[in-house]
């Protein structure tokens, strides 16, 4: 049983605050809070570890179509590793369901495009970009359909080695390919991010409506808008299904974007899935090839190319104990078993 640890006046507003869960985890202050569940900042006793506590609300858990929800982004999140993708520790029930993940710093990229108050440079928004579709690929090949990928569920952080680390977080919504998860019937996920299949509640929703919403998110970080807006949510779903998309080009003319840019986005945001970029892998490509991904060839983690850069408190501890990096080349031979390695052409030998 959870057992009092502080007694403050925050403590009598939220009785879990101040006290250790199944004798394993601090809860030490509330994060966030909302409709469905709370979200706390904890650690781990015996390691010291920082971790996120998301605890479903109460009045939630009383009903069994959200206590199954939640065992659906309990099974999701136990599927997923990878560096752009937040991952479970650990769940349980304390009177209410819970499950332990990894907790980050940085801000959402919802604060990021809020506190620049206007587009977001291109490079950056590529770089980015790339990390979102790196870790849906990793999702999707996981059986995975997350159906709520918008800048509210994305970290952006500086903690990893590199600039602007994204991490794909809430798998509240997510589909797995087994059915389960909230019903195709029901209107699921956010109306401006919601890809036109699932406003009409056409089916159950794929990879490809990932693959939208990322294209949405794109849009407003080289834009610095959204590319449906309107005073009622019916309307903003309506024009998803029935209006063209809009062309960044024309909604931010002095951005400098290129055709081919535009091209992809557009590609990415078509109403018929069908006509959307195959895969996260086909989408992350087409961005590298236009002039703005040619730009800025750095250190993302991308698809299919070489791992993540390790930190360089890693890089310096492998150095001092002798061992080889995994991409690194192998060290050079000694002189003597360098000759006699040599053919007797190498040597000038006839």
Not at 28 to 33: D, E, H, K
Not at 44 to 66: E, H, Y
Not at 114 to 134: C, E, M, N, V, Y
Not at 221 to 241: C, E, N, Q, S
């Amino acid at each position: 049983m959870a057992a009092r640890q502080v007694i403050s006046p925050s403590t009598l507003i939220d009785p879990r605050l101040g006290t250790i869960l199944q004798g394993r985890y601090w809860i030490r202050s509330q994060l966030a809070t909302g409709a469905m569940g709370t979200v706390y900042r904890g650690e781990r006793l015996s390691v010291g570890r920082p971790v996120a506590i998301k605890f479903l609300n109460p009045a939630v858990a009383a009903q069994d179509v959200f206590v199954d929800q939640f065992r659906n982004e309990v099974r999701a999140l136990s599927r997923v590793c990878h560096p752009n993708c937040a991952s479970m520790i650990d769940f349980g029930v304390e009177s209410t369901p819970y499950v332990v993940m990894d907790l980050f710093g940085g801000v959402t990229l919802r604060q990021t495009l809020d506190d620049g108050h206007s587009r977001i440079a291109p490079p950056r928004a590529l770089h980015l970009a790339r990390q979102l579709l790196a870790g849906l690929a990793h999702v999707h090949a996981q059986k995975i359909v997350h159906r709520d990928v918008k800048p509210e569920n994305m970290l952006v952080s500086n903690d990893s080695g590199f600039d602007d680390h994204l991490r794909i977080v809430d798998f509240g919504l997510a589909q797995l390919h087994d059915g389960s998860g909230l019903p195709a019937e029901v209107a699921i996920g956010t109306p401006s991010y919601m890809a036109p299949e699932q406003c009409r509640c056409e089916g159950i929703a794929d990879e490809r409506s990932d693959l939208y919403a990322a294209g949405v998110v794109l849009f407003e970080m080289l834009t610095g808008v959204k590319p449906f807006t309107a005073p009622d949510i019916g309307d903003i779903l309506r024009m998803k299904v029935d209006s063209p998309v809009p062309r960044i080009r024309e909604v931010a003319p002095k951005g400098g974007l290129s055709e081919s840019l535009e091209a992809v986005v557009a590609r990415a945001m078509a109403t018929a899935p069908a006509d959307r970029h195959p895969s996260a892998a086909a989408f992350e490509a087409a961005l590298e090839a236009t002039p703005e991904g040619a730009a800025r060839r750095e250190r993302p983690p991308v698809i299919g190319r070489r791992p993540l850069p390790l930190p360089p408190a890693h890089v310096a501890a492998r150095r001092r104990n002798q061992e080889p990096l995994p991409w690194a080349a192998p060290p050079p031979l000694p002189i003597d078993a360098a000759r006699a390695r040599m053919t007797p052409a190498s040597r000038g030998q006839s």
